[in-house]
């Protein structure tokens, strides 16, 4: 059964969501500790699923570290809580997307750690990249030029990454704007490179476009000597041990989220995602459910009434055509997936099991994210992005020491 291990925290002034043991299946028992104190919906975060995650990315590619991407708050799971616990794994470097992620990541993270801002300095933010003791990853020239004068006004040379485009065409320097800047120019001389990096386009296909990239980011890699160098994200892992270098940036990977189309591997499940009934109606033929009418009643039915909807993250899309799971049997949604509420068909469902209070499982061993995400023709990630903050996040593990020690 579930047990709570400690009630919500305070860490830097802000209420952290509980962390609960975890010994055998989360119960449906909607009275039992860790749901009884909310109305809402619940995203539950597997900590033992991301370790394990974590210790699979190791040793698939054991001469590189594996750094962690949590920008988007860990892809919607909660960045705050599952940095400090990969830090206690051994993980040492993360990824985030701005300055406002990488300063919230370095108030849980040990002084060890380094926190790369993959948008890199932005204008007038190169003094709070410094006070965070964050890393910039360089993108282009005007970034470059605008943390060498931060540098010559703090009258030191400050730590970067570089970051070169070989084919995505998003962020990153131009090939030949970086071989003029580090050759002709000699701008980057002088400046401590700590990390030269670029990101793959179609790592899932690995295909000729990948090599081309790679071949790209290898010939550039000598400009650099003293840099870590990475190209691989989570897919990039499996296109080969020639694509992994010295650090691999595992986001989706590590979180449980589909990456790659390899048969031999499957990430164990993070997410589960749970509501509960609210109440349970019968309904005649000729009557019908939802907005718009959208679901004609062609028999006796009873529909329950769930606790979520789209401004929840639940996507709209799945109204009328995706299903959920009550006690692991699959029911239908009727009716449109309105803002915080949804209609299910529990008509073959005892009654016993659709009373108020019932637990509803959206996302679970029955349903993965990505059965859902591919459902609503949505990306995975796109998916657990989604899912707002007035769902509770409560992170679980099989690991009572692990507990004791958050």
Known sequence: ??????????????????????????????????????SRSTMVVDLGAIESNYRKFRMLAPQSACGAVLKADAYGLGALRIAPFLARLGCGHFFVADVEEGAALRKVLPLS??????????????AAIERHDLLPILNSREQLDAWLRHCRLRNR???????????????????????????????????????????????????????????QFRKLTYLFPKAILSLSNSAGLFSGCEFHFDLIRSGGGILGLAISGDPDFRPSQVVRLRTRIIQCRSVKVGEAIGYHRSYPVKRRMRVATASIGYADGFPRSLGNRGHVFIYGARAPIVGFVSMDLMSIDVTDLPESSTAPGTMVDLICPEQTVADVALAANMLSDELTTAIGLRCRRLYVSAKRDEMRRQ
């Open 157 to 215: 040379l400050l730590p970067a990454g570089v970051h070169v485009d070989t084919g995505l065409s998003r962020l990153g320097f131009p090939i030949d704007e970086l071989q003029k800047a580090a050759e002709s120019e000699r701008v980057l001389s002088d400046l401590p490179v700590v990390l030269f990096m670029s990101q793959l386009a179609c790592a899932e296909w690995r295909d000729e476009i990948s090599r081309q990239q790679l071949d």
């Open 113 to 126: 750690a380094k926190i790369y801002v993959l948008h890199g300095a932005m204008p007038g933010l190169e």
């Open 1 to 38: 059964m579930l047990r709570i291990d400690t009630p919500l925290r305070r860490h830097e002034g802000r209420l952290m969501p509980d962390v609960i043991g975890l010994n055998s299946n989360l119960s449906d028992n909607p009275s039992d500790a860790g749901y009884a104190n909310t």
